[in-house]
């Protein structure tokens, strides 16, 4: 279990969910890539209401910096945090964290596959291995994590699985390695939707469209540029918060999604629904919901958009 410290008071203020508080409370849920951006926020939303949580991520000291937010958030989560180094694309690997989980917590009621990675690139100029480092993370490391917690535990008892995907809807051109690995996901959540189903194991999917995650800040300044005058596409006409994909994350982890399996939630803004026949008008009321007391906005936006004044 993580020994981290505390950060200063000053960063404790609790999650603001919609969801009521203890709707976790007993449970261990399992988030991949808890060290930064989504799988972070989702972290905090889901220490906020009771659960336990096995952070799992490539770089321990991201983790320990993560279980420190959340203990100082919520006291009540000391000893029930575990943090678990951990390549998601490695088989021996991912067997071992998940025994290693299951000795820590004793049960995985719920697992959120959020790590991953891509960077962006045009297809002609994609090498054999970018391609292989990115399928790997996005798609073979959402498979074995999904496969472990299954076999090791949530055949004999059930649960619930979340998968990430992205805004795949008609290709994703500039990173179309991270496209493939997606789509790929989104059949394998049906698949296991319909396969782990007897089981009383739930597969489903979340697919945000443009949210403004700090991870934008470690692409390129073209990309960010190209990223900053997207909003105007958005039918919501702005981006989208970390809290809004979490919250999502979460009701498809809860009981209230009892019903819900082999279903991709789009967390999107309506960008599938803009037509070139439609001139998307500017907001006139803005319903953004963040409830992550420590979110913080990518730098990247932060910039005028080419054309803009600062």
Not at 40 to 48: D, F, G, K
Not at 83 to 99: F, G, M, P, W, Y
Not at 224 to 242: A, I, S, Y
């Amino acid at each position: 279990m993580s020994q981290a410290t505390p950060p200063s008071s000053a960063n404790a203020e609790r999650y603001r969910s919609v969801f009521r508080p203890g709707l976790f409370e007993g449970q261990t849920i399992v988030v991949t890539g808890g060290g930064s951006g989504l799988g972070r926020c989702a972290a905090h939303e889901l220490a906020s209401l009771g659960a336990g949580l096995a952070l799992v991520g490539r770089k321990r000291e991201k983790l320990e910096v993560v279980a420190a937010e959340l203990t100082a958030a919520y006291p009540e989560a000391t000893g029930r945090i575990s943090l678990h180094s951990c390549d998601i694309r490695e088989e021996a690997a991912v067997q071992q964290t998940v025994t290693d989980i299951l000795a820590a917590h004793g049960a995985i009621h719920g697992l959120f596959n959020c790590a991953g990675g891509q960077y962006p690139a045009a297809l002609r100029d994609i090498s054999l291995k970018g391609w292989d480092v990115v399928v790997r993370n996005n798609l073979h490391g959402t498979f074995l994590f999904s496969r472990e917690c299954y076999v090791q535990w949530m055949e004999q008892h059930g649960g619930s699985i979340v998968n990430m995907l992205a805004d795949i809807w008609g290709g994703l051109p500039g990173m179309g390695h991270s496209g493939a690995a997606r789509g790929g996901v989104l059949t394998f959540t049906e698949t296991a939707a319909c396969e782990w189903g007897c089981a009383g194991v739930r597969v489903n999917a979340v697919a945000p469209g443009w949210i403004a995650s700090a991870g934008i800040d470690t692409y390129d300044d073209t990309y960010q540029e190209l990223l900053r005058g997207l909003r105007t596409k958005v039918p919501l006409q702005r981006f989208g918060t970390e809290a809004e994909l979490a919250s999502a994350v979460t009701y498809l982890l809860s009981p209230a999604a009892g019903f819900i399996s082999g279903a991709v939630i789009r967390v999107d803004g309506g960008v599938p629904t803009a037509r070139h026949t439609w001139k998307l008008e500017p907001a006139r009321q803005d319903f953004t919901y963040n409830g992550f007391p420590l979110y913080q906005p990518p730098q990247a936006f932060s910039q005028p958009t080419e054309g803009e004044n600062p």
